[in-house]
Nanobody, 118 residues
């Protein structure tokens, strides 16, 4: 069974930095996309960043230039380096593993809280 464990969330002041980690266990196959989504209070979940097994990245416009996603395929771990954090970044961040196919599969972590406040 696939399981995703997130870590690295917390409270940080505006302009600060945090680094999130997500370690996946179980059979997620070699070809997959790992990513981070977030859900601000009272809003829908949205894509923050994602990275393919080949290293191609995609970022939400709101975080491009501030956040960097990376992965370690040997460790089945994805990271999100968040710099220049803003209060509007406050959200529960969820790790995601997407396995493409005719019937695509998505696995989710339980979420880690990121709060940006002075």
């Amino acid at each position: 069974q696939v399981q995703l464990v997130e870590s690295g969330g917390g409270l940080v002041q505006p302009g600060g930095s945090l680094r999130l980690s997500c370690a996946a266990s179980g059979n997620i196959f070699s070809v997959n996309t790992m990513g981070w989504y977030r859900q601000p209070p009272g809003k829908e979940r949205e894509l923050v960043a994602r990275i393919t097994s080949g290293g191609s990245t995609n970022y939400a416009r709101s975080v491009k230039g501030r956040f960097t996603i990376d992965r370690d395929n040997a460790k089945n771990t994805v990271y999100l380096q968040m710099n220049s954090l803003k209060p509007e970044d406050t959200a529960v961040f969820y790790c995601n593993v997407h396995i493409p196919g005719v019937v695509p599969l998505d696995y989710w972590g339980q979420g880690t809280q990121v709060t940006v406040s002075s």
